[in-house]
């Protein structure tokens, strides 16, 4: 039975030495840890960044289109009214020269009409 027996002071280096190991790989490890976290980080906001920016490129054409239709339907009204009053004109131009051509039959005309519009009114 060969037992070596250490004297104190190599227990308590060993110790030592064991407990310095394991600091430097908790140390290791936590530096990893942070590295590793840091790098998930930074991943997730690029990933962040580039969908945000995505989204914007998305919205800005849409506003745009939405704008293009906007000033297509705008013109398309304009024009609309444009030809109302050219046609209100005409049918006023009409009206004006056949007061003109036959003034007794336009007087005739606009009495009736009032009253069938008065008789209309009152009921």
Request: no cysteine; hydrophobic share 35%.
């Amino acid at each position: 039975m060969n037992k070596q027996v250490q004297a104190p002071e190599d227990m308590g280096s060993t110790a030592a030495e064991r407990i310095e190991d394991r600091a430097e790989r908790i140390k290791q490890a936590t530096s990893s840890a942070v590295t590793n976290t840091k790098e998930a980080v930074e991943r997730a906001a690029d990933h962040v960044e580039e969908s945000l920016h995505r989204a914007t490129d998305k919205a800005a054409g849409a506003a745009t289109r939405a704008t293009e239709k906007a000033d297509e339907y705008r013109q398309r009204g304009r024009e609309a009214y444009d030809d109302a009053i050219d046609r209100a004109d005409e049918w006023l131009d009409r009206a004006r020269d056949y007061v003109r051509e036959k003034p007794v039959q336009s007087v005739a005309i606009a009495l009736g009409a009032g009253w069938l519009l008065g008789r209309i009114l009152r009921r």
